[in-house]
């Protein structure tokens, strides 16, 4: 558990560094490091089901997080930088950062 | 109050050049249009080309300026920021939270429609009302862009500056932001050019500023000619390019029909065929003797700079219109009521003469002996072959589409009228009659001949225009100017004494170091004490005369006190040293100006 606690805090981190990338219209750059990020969103996602499958009082609706990660990659494909930044700053990282407290809490 | 009235009210008393918007009924573009953050915050929003651009952030637009704004540098002192883009203000507030109180922001807006947006849909008037916060639209107040870079960044601070881009400007205006960035970089460059002229004509500057103050109640400012030509008589303006001895001639039936406005180089080609020009423009304090020989010439009314060769002033016997003053000259300007129009004049007196063409609001604007090229090996009217230093050789498209050869300073001229031709309102025609030489892109090419048939069939009298214009100085403003001057003398006896005293409190530190009686405290505090001196000369009136003169020393001192020094003995050493050198510069510097103003003084008693 901690590890996973550990890998949302750092993808969090992530989550808003690329965000201000972005919000200082940075977007090769920005967009680059959201295209690595997407791959550890999607390995966290899957541990996030694993975790689920043993114990099912993991609150987290990951259905409601994929659907905000397909917004933000139309976003990017729309070039839509700001939009982009926004998904990753209101919307991806508090969802994290509230599984990552409600773990603090449960641990 | 709308934020519209509130907005307009507020542009149109601070005199930001923007009023010509206001003119016409612009209708509001609906592609334009505000919507509400999910914080509340009103957001811009912009429809182009199929692709919605939400100019801020739909959550947080306040904290996404802020991120955005930190990646700039602000703790410089006397920083110049210029911002690509206005938005909906938001952007813009960010940076003044940032900025030092003696920053400067510049913002230029690319589009009418959105700053009209703006003043419509959003309260921008805590940003209209910031002294150091100004707004410039493209093809609006472009003259005011270039004075306020011009005014604003100096040597000193030239590499204190920010130039940034508001979020999606850069992909809604491409173009554009190319154009913003060109002129930006080409004012880094003409600032350091600036700054060598400076520093080597400075003293000159000075003896001619002093020496036009007598010739001030026969003065005016090139603002009293504001009105005066109708928009739709041609301004031709006459330069000293080889091609000039071909269609001289031709500018005779132009005479009363168009403006003609002669560079000072080109003045004897036309005396010499009793072809008088309605002006005679001169800005280069160097200019040779030759051009003025003429005794015609002094009878031609004459746009100039106070700081033009010496002499020009003093001996013109016709009118005599200022133009582009250092504030010297602009205070005592102030002081009789009126005010010297800053016209930029692109580092050449033809430049210049296009500029004041443009001030005039002239529609036809059309250049004669303008090769900025050579022919063969002749730089100039009448077969002349100046001979100057070439870097390397420079070869542009010439007026026929083949290539021509030419020189770096001429191909920066050309560059800036370029500029300035892509931002002229669409009603106003620039067009190149030279018959030779570069192609300026953005004229019109064409015969002298085919321009005067179709351009000059109006009579117009300038000259009857021009003796109508009342005097700068009446007889009773008399005595303004002399208290004028004498302030400055007296300024000049007071800085002797001052310029003594430092210079003996550096010759003694000088020798203590030389004798190794080492005394950082004491050092330090005498150099806090010249420091404070430097600043109680800012106050002076005739501060700006000093600064000009002693500007190259201080040019080359700045140089030396750059380079890295072993230990703080040779800090104060050099500090010291090069304050020395300064004061006795100035010491010299005040005496020549002493005499000159009481020269002027004995001349303007005598007046009266």
Same mark, same amino acid.
């Given at each position: ?107 | ?65 802020? *991120? ?54 959003? /309260? ?8 150091? &916060? ?9 003259? *005011? ?27 809604? *205006? ?54 005066? &030509? ?33 560079? /000072? ?83 050449? &007196? ?94 019109? &090419? ?96 005739? *501060? ?65």
């Amino acid at each position: 558990m901690e590890e996973l606690k550990k890998s949302i805090t750092d993808i969090a981190k992530k989550l808003k560094a690329v965000a201000i990338k972005l919000y200082q219209m940075k977007e090769s750059e920005g967009y680059s490091d959201f295209a690595e990020l997407i791959g550890e969103m999607s390995q966290l996602v899957s541990t996030i089901y694993v975790v689920k499958s043993q114990s099912n009082e993991l609150m987290f609706h990951e259905t409601e997080f994929l659907q905000k990660l397909t917004l933000a990659v139309k976003a990017l494909e729309d070039r839509d930088t700001i939009m982009l930044a926004d998904i990753l700053y209101y919307e991806l990282k508090p969802q994290l950062l509230d599984l990552r407290n409600y773990l603090e809490m449960t641990n | 109050m709308s934020y519209f009235t509130k907005n307009k009210e507020i542009i149109q008393n601070r005199n930001i050049k923007l009023d010509a918007l206001f003119d016409d009924e612009i209708p509001l573009d609906d592609k334009i249009y505000s919507a509400v953050a999910k914080d509340g915050t009103p957001i811009m929003i912009i429809e182009h080309n199929n692709s919605i651009y939400r100019m801020n952030s739909l959550y947080n637009p306040i904290q996404e300026t802020k *991120f955005w704004v930190s990646q700039y540098d602000f703790s410089k002192e006397n920083m110049v920021i210029s911002l690509f883009g206005l938005g909906n203000g938001q952007f813009v507030r960010s940076i003044i939270d940032e900025m030092k109180e003696d920053a400067h922001l510049i913002i230029v807006e690319p589009s009418k429609e959105i700053f009209l947006s703006a003043i419509h849909e959003y /309260d921008m008037s805590d940003i209209l009302l910031r002294k150091n &916060v100004f707004i410039t639209v493209m093809g609006v107040n472009d003259e *005011f862009w270039s004075y306020l870079l011009n005014a604003t960044i100096k040597w000193e601070n030239v590499y204190n500056q920010i130039v940034c881009t508001h979020p999606y400007y850069s992909r809604l *205006f491409q173009n554009e932001l190319r154009i913003f960035n060109e002129r930006i970089s080409r004012n880094y460059e003409s600032v350091s050019i600036d700054r060598n002229t400076e520093a080597h004509f400075g003293p000159k500057y000075v003896k001619a500023m002093i020496d036009c103050l007598h010739s001030y109640p026969k003065i005016n400012s090139m603002i009293d000619c504001k009105n005066i &030509v109708p928009s739709d008589i041609p301004g031709i303006i006459i330069a000293a390019g080889p091609s000039l001895d071909k269609n001289i001639e031709e500018l005779r039936s132009a005479k009363g029909k168009a403006v003609l406005f002669a560079t /000072d180089r080109a003045l004897p080609a036309l005396l010499e065929r009793c072809i008088i020009p309605d002006f005679v423009v001169t800005v280069d304090p160097d200019k040779p003797d030759a051009c003025f020989a003429d005794e015609k010439s002094r009878t031609i009314p004459l746009i100039c700079t106070a700081h033009s060769k010496l002499g020009v002033i003093s001996n013109h016997e016709s009118r005599i219109f200022l133009i582009s003053c250092y504030d010297y000259i602009n205070n005592l300007a102030n002081k009789l009521g009126s005010s010297i129009p800053y016209i930029d004049t692109g580092a050449s &007196v033809a430049t210049t003469a296009f500029s004041i063409c443009l001030y005039l609001g002239l529609k036809n604007i059309i250049f004669v002996g303008q090769d900025l090229a050579f022919k063969g090996s002749v730089t100039h009217a009448g077969g002349e072959e100046e001979k100057v230093y070439l870097d390397d050789e420079i070869y542009v498209e010439g007026i026929d589409g083949k290539i021509v050869k030419t020189r770096f300073d001429w191909e920066r001229f050309r560059l800036w009228y370029e500029d300035r031709i892509k931002y002229l309102p669409e009603d106003v025609k620039v067009i190149d009659a030279t018959e030779g030489g570069a192609l300026i892109h953005g004229t019109k &090419v064409m015969t002298l001949h085919d321009v005067v048939e179709r351009y000059c069939n109006q009579q117009f009298d300038v000259a009857k225009e021009i003796e109508n214009i009342p005097y700068l100085c009446t007889n009773e403003k008399l005595s303004i100017i002399k208290d004028y001057v004498s302030c400055g003398l007296n300024e000049c006896n007071s800085l002797v004494e001052i310029a003594r005293n430092i210079n003996n409190l550096c010759k003694s530190t000088l020798t203590k170091i030389k004798r190794k009686q080492i005394n950082f405290k004491k050092f330090e505090t005498d150099h806090k004490k010249i420091k404070k001196t430097n600043e109680s000369l800012q106050k002076l009136t005739i *501060f700006q005369l000093i600064d000009l003169s002693v500007f190259k020393t201080t040019v080359e001192k700045h140089k030396e006190v750059n380079t890295k020094l072993k230990n703080e003995v040779d800090v104060y050493h050099q500090i010291f040293t090069i304050y020395q050198e300064i004061y006795d510069q100035m010491l010299q510097l005040v005496s020549d100006m002493k005499e000159n103003f009481e020269k002027q003084l004995d001349i303007l008693n005598k007046l009266s």
